[in-house]
């Protein structure tokens, strides 16, 4: 256990942690404004992912494949909102679990049938593989680097949209009232769609981003999208800034905790039993975690108490 | 429009007539899909005594199904190998007995539920959704990692376990079995919907503050029916690892809670035979449509979300009329 394997793992939850939060900010966004569950985010992800790997593939520009990931998730976003979220608002939240639901049986299987149950491949552009070397002699793969880069880059123009433009003053008060800024003359429906896009395009750009890392397959959005639910209930429904500390906590603790538990139960136990007990009960760390913020504060670190 | 009771009778009647008639008829496989209908429609019992009394929406419960499922793999698994089963303090051995078998699936999945359900009760709404699914995937990832009893291939069970009196490798036997446990829990769903406890579980349902003025408890009102919901589960989880001889992981995947809560829906929520006639219409769709396509979950996805969208009732709202359970 020395630093370098120490600060390598912190880089991974890192690198876990921002990926999460592209997720978690637009289903934390659309909870907020428009007080909707969305279990298809998942299948936006996946959307962007598939999107990204076929115009990669055919190109051959990995740019090319981001622009047509934002692009296809912001479209089959804007397409489901106005076709079926759009009845759900003022439905009950069954109603929306169940039709978000229906829209990931429908995404997942169409998506088997238009590319096979076989996992496509992107690959990571030339310009951004191989290691780099960082101070104190680490060596860490440039890509993962660019993706906490990218994240952080993504958080801060979200930050800067909702707190610094006129979109961002709507969306704000659209949360808070939003009879009192139809009422002012915001189109609000249109508002609506457009934060619908938005979200599904943070999470189409997760799915392209990451896809370059894991494989591009059907269902892949799904243990994603649980992950960002623990993130989002972690840092308090409809806070962007919650999701931002929830999805680091959570890429962190998942990433270390794999690492450090079966080291610190071998210090009690054989080591055979700890690197067996140690693999399960790391896979249920953030589930641990998440229930100890849910003890000390049932509406989420940084969740209104209303 | 058929009144709600004698509609109720006909599915009840209808699900014990297809496998006479498939036994008339030498059809075995039909009387496997019949159980299959049985046993799913258990597990939406179970659920729709949270959901559909207590408004609790939990897409959490393939925990309970898959915990039931583990109790009967893990029992008929060490009865088969002959080795004793290590509790830390001292050891069983394994059985290949149902009635038993079906007390450990019930006890675990309702202690599982006691936990599960004090963690996510101190929150409602969309957090309770999100929670409950947690800790199911929770259960998922650790049964996943869990070596000793196969991991991610699960466990094989060579022969169905036995009930005194019974042969339960004759499938009208088993499915005799499992509809007859199918109405006891309706039964129980029916006498606990009218009992004092489903009114004042009802109550804290629509109006969380007037029930706690008048002195009742929400939240243990909730937590009981959480309990109550999550063994029923259990129990569901145990017979259909003894129907495919079979468990795995995915008995915990929160697509099966997804799918359990989309039978109490196509149904009818808060119906007593909601959940038959949501498990039968879903087993029908999934052999009739699974024959003509192999992409079928496209065509349940759209059916799925015109109901939710056009026939809040489900089945039975729109063959009784009533939109509304209990108006």
């Given at each position: 256990m020395s630093f370098i394997l120490v600060a390598e793992q912190i880089l991974n939850g890192l690198q876990f942690g921002v990926m999460l939060f592209l997720m978690a900010a637009g289903l934390t966004l659309i909870f907020g404004v428009m007080g909707l569950i969305n279990l298809a985010h998942g299948s936006l992800y996946m959307v962007g992912a598939f999107a990204a790997a076929a115009v990669a593939g055919a190109t051959g520009s990995f740019l090319l494949g981001l622009v047509a990931a934002l692009t296809a998730a912001a479209v089959a976003g804007a397409i489901i909102e106005v076709a079926v979220i759009r009845r759900l608002y003022k439905a009950d939240h069954l109603d929306q679990v169940l039709a978000t639901f229906a829209l990931i049986l429908i995404f997942s299987e169409g998506t088997r049938w238009a590319f096979g149950s076989f996992p496509l491949f992107l690959d990571i552009p030339d310009w951004l593989s191989g290691p780099v070397s960082l101070p104190g002699g680490i060596q860490y793969p440039l890509y993962r680097l660019a993706l906490i880069g990218a994240g952080l880059a993504v958080a801060a123009g979200l930050w800067l949209l909702i707190e610094r433009t006129r979109i961002g003053i709507q969306i704000r008060a659209g949360e808070n009232d939003r009879e009192m800024i139809a009422a002012l003359g915001v189109d609000i429906s249109r508002l609506y769609t457009l934060v619908f896009a938005l979200g599904a395009a943070l999470a189409g750009l997760a799915g392209a981003l990451v896809g370059a890392i894991q494989s591009v397959q059907v269902g892949m959005g799904e243990p994603v999208l649980i992950l960002a639910f623990v993130v989002i209930v972690i840092g308090g429904i409809g806070s962007i800034k919650g999701a931002f500390v929830g999805a680091l906590l959570v890429g962190l603790t998942d990433t270390l905790g794999g690492i450090f538990l079966p080291e610190l139960l071998k210090l009690v136990t054989d080591p055979s039993t700890a690197s067996t007990v140690g693999a399960s009960v790391a896979s249920m760390a953030i589930y641990i975690l998440m229930s100890i913020v849910l003890i000390l504060r049932p509406t989420g670190l940084f969740g209104s108490t209303a | 429009m058929i009144p709600e009771r004698l509609l109720n009778a006909l599915i009840l009647a209808g699900l014990l007539a297809v496998p006479l008639w498939a036994l008339a008829a030498d059809e075995p496989f039909t009387i496997t899909l019949a159980t299959r209908v049985v046993i799913l429609a258990l597990a939406a019992v179970g659920l729709n005594i949270a959901l559909g009394i207590g408004g609790l929406v939990s897409l959490g419960h393939a925990a309970f199904f898959g915990i039931g499922g583990y109790a009967m793999g893990i029992l008929a698994h060490h009865a088969q190998t002959y080795t004793a089963l290590d509790l830390g303090l001292f050891t069983v051995s394994g059985t290949k007995s149902m009635p038993v078998i079906w007390l450990v699936a019930t006890l675990a999945s309702m202690l599982a539920a006691l936990l599960i359900g004090l963690l996510s009760l101190r929150t409602s709404g969309v957090y309770f959704i999100m929670i409950t699914l947690a800790f199911g995937q929770m259960f998922y990832y650790f049964a996943i990692g869990?070596?000793?009893?196969?991991?991610?291939?699960g466990l094989s069970i060579y022969l169905r376990n036995s009930f005194p009196g019974l042969n339960t490798l004759v499938p009208i036997h088993f499915f005799g079995l499992c509809f007859a446990v199918l109405c006891l829990a309706l039964f129980l769903h029916a006498r606990l919907a009218a009992s004092p406890f489903g009114l004042a579980l009802n109550a804290a349902r629509q109006v969380p503050g007037r029930a706690e003025a008048v002195g009742l408890d929400p939240k243990r009102l909730k937590l009981l029916a959480f309990v109550v919901s999550g063994a029923i589960t259990g129990l569901a989880g145990a017979l259909f690892a003894d129907l495919n001889r079979f468990v795995s992981p995915t008995m915990f995947s929160w697509h099966f809670s997804g799918e359990i809560m989309v039978l109490v829906i196509l149904g009818g929520t808060a119906r007593v035979m909601g959940p038959v006639a949501g498990a039968a219409l879903y087993v029908a769709l999934e052999h009739w449509l699974g024959g003509l396509t192999d992409y079928w979950i496209i065509f349940l996805g759209a059916i799925l979300l015109l109901i939710v969208l056009?026939?809040?009732?489900?089945i039975v709202g729109m063959l009784s009329g009533r939109r509304q359970a209990g108006d």
């Open positions: - | 869990w070596a000793e009893y196969g991991g991610e291939d056009f026939a809040r009732g489900g």
